[in-house]
Nanobody, 121 residues
Framework: VQLQASGGGLAQAGGSLRLSCVAS????????VGWFRQAPGKEREFVAV??????RYADSVKGRFTISRENAKNTVYLQMNSLKPEDTAVYYC?????????????????WGQGTLVTVSS
C-alpha cells in the first residue's frame, strides 16, 4: 500500500485548503486513515482520523477541519477552513490497519510523503 498526499500550499489566515490522500491497493476501505502534522522543531501530532465513517479530531482543529473519504477513488480528504498561522506544518496521511491507537503515530503502518501547509498572518 502506498499513500500520496497533496494539496498543500500557501494560505492566508482565515483561508482554506483541501488536502488529498490517494491510496493504492484494494484494501483501502478496510483501514483507518489519519492525518498528522509536524511543525518545525515539534513532534508529529494527530489531526484527524476516519474509520468506517466515524471521525475524530484533535481539539485544536475541531470545528475548522473536516475529514472525509471517497472509497471509489481510494481518497481521503482533509478540508481545512479558518486556517491559523499555527496550522503551518507538513501534513502527512497514514493508514492504520487494526483501528487501535488512532491518535498515536506509532500505530500507523503506512505513511505518505507529506505536503507542506503554510499559513501567513
Amino acid at each position: 500500500v502506498q499513500l500520496q498526499a497533496s494539496g498543500g500550499g500557501l494560505a492566508q489566515a482565515g483561508g482554506s485548503l483541501r488536502l488529498s490522500c490517494v491510496a493504492s491497493g484494494r484494501a483501502f476501505r478496510t483501514y483507518a486513515v489519519g492525518w498528522f502534522r509536524q511543525a518545525p522543531g515539534k513532534e508529529r501530532e494527530f489531526v484527524a482520523v476516519i474509520r468506517s465513517g466515524n471521525t475524530r479530531y484533535a481539539d485544536s482543529v475541531k470545528g475548522r477541519f473536516t475529514i472525509s473519504r471517497e472509497n471509489a477513488k481510494n481518497t481521503v480528504y482533509l478540508q481545512m477552513n479558518s486556517l491559523k498561522p499555527e496550522d503551518t506544518a507538513v501534513y502527512y496521511c497514514a493508514g492504520n490497519l487494526y483501528g487501535l491507537g488512532l491518535q498515536e503515530p506509532d500505530r500507523y503502518y503506512y505513511w505518505g510523503q507529506g505536503t507542506l501547509v503554510t499559513v501567513s498572518s
